[in-house]
């Protein structure tokens, strides 16, 4: 799974951020044609999951849920830093360390971010293609 900031998924290198987002089009387009609902990633350290998008960062249009989890032990960091490049982004968490819990089924996929202590603060579901 693609997850730096500074690679393409053509292994590209990229100098900026709106060199890295317009790459991600790409992605979604490989996404869309081979099946994918969901997407997870880890490079930034924080919390964020977005709205199902489609390869031109249309929300709530195509199939692809992206989620970013790295709040697993390195220091977090602010999630704003991008927010206005960012029109799918639905909930971003900076403050906890967590995992994401997902429960796949054939037919849809539910998801739960966990706080260390056990206190969950997003969760949800979605169908599958």
């Known amino acids: ?3 730096s900031s500074s690679i393409t998924p053509t292994g590209q290198l990229v100098k900026n ?3 890295y987002k317009s790459s991600l089009g790409d992605l979604y387009r490989l996404f869309d ?3 994918v609902d969901l997407s997870l990633a880890g490079h ?13 960062s249309v929300c709530n249009t195509g199939s692809v849920r992206h989620f ?3 709040t697993g032990g390195k220091n977090l960091y602010d999630a704003d830093v991008h927010a206005a490049d ?13 995992v ?17 202590d056990g206190t969950v603060l ?3 579901s979605s169908s599958v293609r």
């Open 100 to 116: 994401l819990k997902l429960v796949l089924y054939s037919d849809h996929y539910e998801w739960a971010f966990v706080r260390e």
């Open 33 to 35: 044609q081979y099946g």
């Open 1 to 3: 799974m693609f997850s």
């Open 86 to 98: 960012e029109p799918c982004d639905e909930v971003r968490i900076d403050n906890a360390y967590g």
């Open 17 to 19: 951020y709106d060199q």
């Open 122 to 124: 997003d969760q949800g």
């Open 68 to 70: 970013v989890v790295g």
């Open 44 to 56: 930034d350290h924080n919390y964020q999951r977005y709205a199902i998008q489609n390869a031109d």
